[in-house]
């Protein structure tokens, strides 16, 4: 097949298919062959689709009540639903994962609308204790107009996470996607406008960041920003609207840790420990990338991980693998890189090569890998790799955990195995991250959790009511109450 025999996905804009002349084609991460091209929209088709919401938030979708945009989100999730496998198959073929993975995200992708159709209808404004004279009142308004830029590693979850509390708080959108990963994206948009939402409401521009990205993140009719990716592009993006004093938030990269403690039984914590580094090949802002472990558990820990690293199977997404392939030749390259680096200054105990099978041949795998005795100050110890590498590092004392947890500029999440409840609290409290799961991770998905950065893992809050109230802001009614009514005299009788 040609690139030129490949289905063109286009972009979706004001409710109908357009497709450009230019196109991006798109690779099956697990062959590295071509699976499809995608329209490669720029200022034109962007300026399009603003226009498009502008007029679809203006004309219709802020008159609605909370309880037309529950039942709007409802139909939108009925459909995910429905549509299931087809969004599965999509998603594993546009990015690798394994096809079990795809299903939880598409599934956690129609969990997110029918989460915000439910909570819209909780949302509510305060009365104001300012003046015996006054009646005031807090509304709580949608932006307007909200552009979403979103990374290749979880389109469908970040998608649905995005763009359903921004839809259930009264936006109309206009999505960004990643030039690696649009399949999905542009398909949730098409059958949400299948399940009824009026055209304009939701709109999808893929293209290059650079061209479509920038000319999002520019335009001088966007009412908020929400972007999700790198820390560098996260950084333009925030560049972009201080020039048109646009409110943002930044859901950038990760460095998580989990804690190990000696009265955790090590082989109980490992399955989660390995799953959340290995979850769609380590591509994960919040995988748990660090192991901080207790000397006297140490030893026993590394080798019961390096025990499961090595029995894990890896192949294509669709064989429903335990580890997938990375997203793309180039992330491959920057993932050995950090390896090379590792091998410098860390012990490797498991890993490190390009697995040689002769059916993992052309795609873009990276075998399980794991250091110990990482020291605090390396490079893999401190920066995201965005693959499956793990890097362990011993501690003696709690508080010598939490200062190598901490000791990051990223903060995302963190793990804490312990069965000592009042331990677990205080390092919750010490953690510098949004998300601490205690003899977990991850908490099954979390659609309830708000979940965001601290330091340069960004700032605001998606998932859970936190990002309802992000697609929100808050305006004062005080409306004077008129005395003389009661008074001798007055117009009350
Ligand atoms: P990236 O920053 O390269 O790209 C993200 C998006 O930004 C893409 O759609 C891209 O086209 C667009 N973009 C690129 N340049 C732009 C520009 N100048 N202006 C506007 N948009 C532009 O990130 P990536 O490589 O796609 O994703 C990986 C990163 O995302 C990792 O750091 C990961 O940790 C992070 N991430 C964070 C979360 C979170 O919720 N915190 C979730 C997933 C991924």
Request: net charge negative; charged share 15%; with cysteine.
């Amino acid at each position: 097949m040609t690139t030129g025999d490949l289905p063109v996905v286009g972009a979706f804009v004001d409710g109908l298919r357009i497709t450009t002349r230019d196109t991006l084609v798109s690779l099956d991460p697990s062959t590295g062959l071509p699976c499809a091209r995608v329209s490669r929209c720029g200022p034109a088709e962007v300026d399009h689709a603003v226009t498009a919401a502008r007029t679809a938030y203006e004309g219709v979708w802020r008159r609605t009540t909370a309880a037309e945009r529950a039942s709007a989100c409802r139909a939108v999730a009925a459909i995910l639903h429905a549509h299931r496998r087809e969004l599965a198959e999509l998603e594993c073929l546009d990015t690798g994962k394994p096809i079990g993975q795809a299903y939880t995200d598409a599934d956690v992708a129609a969990r997110y609308f029918a989460y915000y159709a439910g909570t819209v209808e909780a949302l509510f404004g305060q009365t104001l204790l300012n003046h015996p004279d006054l009646l005031a009142y807090t509304l709580p308004e949608p932006h307007g107009v909200c552009g979403h830029i979103i990374p290749w590693n979880y389109p469908m979850q970040i998608t649905a996470r995005t763009l359903a509390p921004a839809l259930a708080a009264g936006n109309t959108c206009v999505l960004k996607p990643a030039e690696d990963a649009c399949l999905t994206p542009v398909r949730i948009v098409e059958l949400a406008h299948e399940a009824g939402l009026p055209p304009g409401v939701l709109n999808v521009v893929p293209g290059t960041g650079a061209q479509a990205g920038a000319a999002l993140a520019a335009h001088p009719d966007i009412d908020h920003l929400a972007f999700t990716g790198s820390r560098a592009t996260g950084q333009a993006v925030m560049i972009a609207a201080a020039r048109t004093i646009v409110p943002v938030t930044l859901e950038l990269g990760g460095k998580s840790p989990h804690l190990v403690f000696p009265d955790y039984d090590p082989a109980s914590a490992v399955p989660l420990i390995v799953a959340s580094i290995t979850e769609h090949a380590g591509q994960n802002c919040s995988a748990g990338s660090r192991v901080l472990v207790h000397r006297d558990v140490h030893a026993q820990l590394s080798a019961a991980v390096a025990r499961a690293f090595t029995a894990l199977r890896i192949g294509p997404g669709t064989t429903d693998p335990d580890l997938g392939p990375l997203i793309s030749a180039r992330q491959r390259a920057t993932v050995l890189g950090h390896i090379d680096a590792g091998r410098t200054c860390a012990r490797l105990v498991t890993g490190g090569r390009v697995p040689d099978a002769p059916q993992l041949r052309g795609g873009f795998f990276v075998e399980p890998t794991l250091f110990d005795d990482v020291p605090p100050d390396a490079a893999i110890a401190r920066r995201e790799i965005f693959g499956p590498v793990l890097c362990m590092t011993a501690f003696d004392s709690a508080a010598e955990a939490v200062a190598l947890a901490n000791a990051t500029t990223y903060g995302l999440s963190a793990g804490v195995w312990t069965r000592d409840v009042g331990l677990a609290h205080a390092l919750a409290r010490e953690l510098r991250v949004s998300q601490v799961f205690v003899n977990n991770y991850s908490a099954a998905g979390g659609v309830e959790l708000p979940f965001g950065g601290y330091r340069q893992s960004g700032f605001g809050r998606e998932k859970g009511f936190a990002a309802l109230l992000e697609y929100t802001r808050v305006k004062a009614v005080a409306i004077r109450v008129d005395g003389d009514l009661f008074l001798p005299g007055g117009s009350s009788g």
